[in-house]
């Protein structure tokens, strides 16, 4: 799955000066200790019109939506103001996720209320004021 969102954000982000990398770790710049006791792996990188972009790939939408509150989290403290968290599910199969200013969520077999990858991924990427459609 990683794999399968990586290479659609990368056709996406090339033609359009942004960057995508495969995940990995995050360290801090202030050293380890700044992110001390938080989970950091992440899926994949992207940076794209100013904004760091966290991406979290998952089998399905309730293992997104566990994961979404250490998202937020590492979202907000090791990514900036702009930086937004992309939660991406093979499948979405439950009612729409709860509104987050700094999540969105897609999926490729997408249901209501959440956008569909790769198809709106435009419409992801580009509204930095709305997690939800």
């Known amino acids: ?8 954000l990368h056709a996406y982000l090339a033609s359009r000066g942004g960057e995508v990398v495969m995940g990995g770790h995050l360290v801090s710049l202030g050293g380890k ?7 950091t792996e992440v899926d994949g990188l992207a940076f794209h019109r ?7 790939c998952k089998p399905d ?4 939506l566990e994961r979404a509150p250490l998202m937020e989290n590492l979202v907000r403290s090791a990514g900036g103001s702009r930086s937004k968290g992309l939660m991406v599910a093979r499948a979405w199969r ?3 996720p709860a509104r987050r200013d700094n999540l969105i969520y897609m999926a490729w077999e997408a249901g209501e209320g959440v956008l569909r990858f790769p198809q709106d991924l435009e419409k992801a990427l580009e509204r930095q004021d709305s997690s939800r459609p």
């Open 1 to 8: 799955m990683e794999y399968f969102v990586y290479a659609h």
């Open 33 to 39: 200790e700044a992110l001390e006791g938080q989970l």
């Open 50 to 56: 100013g904004a760091l972009w966290f991406v979290e």
């Open 61 to 64: 939408g309730e293992s997104l």
């Open 94 to 96: 439950r009612p729409p």
